[in-house]
């Protein structure tokens, strides 16, 4: 059965920096479009980053781009988020979503938790 599991969230001051890994097994990595989504509380989620399976196209959200770099490594099938100049509305639970390029299936992660406070 396919996992995918988050990590290296916490606590940061604003201005500051983390790396979120999102892990995956039992899938075949180098199929899925690799993306990083994020919930604030009270919020809906929201898409923060893509990189593609086929050629690792990056996209980003505005209220991100420039500040966060998405990546990937197909032979750790593991998927991360470099995350530099973390402000306050960066503060939510992060998601790691992995969804085929043939658009199914897809598959979601438990999230990690992102807090950015002085």
């Known amino acids: 059965q396919a996992q995918i599991v988050e990590s290296g969230g916490g606590l940061v001051q604003p201005g500051g920096s983390l790396r979120l890994s999102c892990v995956t097994s039992e899938i075949t990595f180098r199929a899925y479009d690799m993306s990083w989504y994020r919930q604030a509380p009270g919020k809906e989620r929201e898409l923060v980053a893509t990189?593609?399976?086929?050629?690792?196209?990056?996209t980003y959200s505005d209220s991100v781009k420039g500040r966060f770099t998405i990546s990937r490594d197909n032979t750790k099938s593991t998927a991360y988020l470099q995350m530099n100049n973390l402000e306050p509305e960066d503060t939510g639970v992060y998601y790691c979503?992995?969804?085929?390029?043939?658009?199914?299936?897809?598959?979601w992660g438990r999230g990690t938790q992102v807090t950015v406070s002085s």
């Open positions: 979503h992995a969804l085929h390029w043939q658009k199914v299936p897809n598959y």
């Open positions: 990189i593609s399976a086929v050629d690792s196209t990056t």
